[in-house]
């Protein structure tokens, strides 16, 4: 498949490049299920060592006093360019996350290069891998004091998001609005650097690194980066588990909707020539 053949439809090497990832999880998942749940374990570390440094910094800058208030609005920001980072160390590892497989599952299905079954199977295995990985750096958390200073801004932002559920329907559309734009921002990444016109590693890294900042700073709501989380905490403080399932069963569907819908399967439809090619047959295809 050539690359913008047809300036109709620009995003070819991008729809492309997708199945080509898809062939390769599909045959991982289901041939090598141990070696892609290591590899969505990985993800899941990433995920969660980026994530208490995040918090870690953003309580440095809260420490400092000036005037009659603290640094925190600069910690936030700077804390969410440090979490940013987790997404250029996850795609240069190899490492598979769920939210971003989301959008290459929905393309796959979408031409018919799996079936949904599938589809399921895989974004299971990536989740309860991620979410493994979510435990085993939550570990060595629990037996030392490395996130003795971030703890009380991590708790703050657990009670948040589970304050999302207890609040109801209001809570409910909150938190799943959040979670929708939060894997748009994260696909809208991905395919910017599947597209094949970023061809340099430092804006690919560069355009990661603010998808995911946006989506820290504004308070999306990622249900890999929460079930990560509520371990952490959970483990040290405590957890009221029902509010936590509620909050990342909201997360995941959000995160479909914001992933495998509006990037996934709108770019899957925007660049499908099909049936412009049975109309035009003179046309080269993409």
Known sequence: MTSQANPLFPG??????????????VEMSGEMTRRYLQRAAMAGIIIGLFYATSYAVTAAFDAVRVGGSTLLPLGRLVGAVTF??????????????LTSNMMIVSIGAYHRRTSWQRVLRLLGLCYFGNAIGGFF??????????????????????????????????????????????????????????????????????????????????GFE????????????????GLDVGLAAGNIAIALVGNFIGGGVLIGLYYAYVNDDASYLRRHPETPAG
């Not at 997404?87 to 240069?92: A, D, G, N, R, S």
């Not at 750096?137 to 991590?154: I, N, Q």
């Open 12 to 25: 070819k090497h991008f729809i492309g490049t997708v199945l080509g990832a898809l062939d390769a999880k």
């Open 84 to 97: 940013g980072w987790a997404l250029v160390f996850i795609h240069y590892s190899k490492s598979e996350l």
């Open 137 to 218: 750096v939550a570990l060595p958390f629990l037996f030392s004091t490395v996130t003795r200073t971030a703890m009380p801004l991590m708790q703050h932002a657990v009670d948040t998001k589970l304050a999302y559920v207890s609040a109801g329907p209001s809570g409910w559309t909150d938190l799943f609005m959040r979670a929708v734009l939060c894997n748009f921002m994260i696909n809208i990444a991905v395919l910017l650097v599947y597209n094949g016109l970023i061809r340099d590693d430092l804006t690919k890294s560069l355009v990661m690194v603010v998808a995911v900042a946006i989506f820290a700073f504004m």
């Open 222 to 237: 990622h249900s890999v980066a929460n079930t990560v989380l509520f371990t952490i905490v959970g483990l040290q403080e």
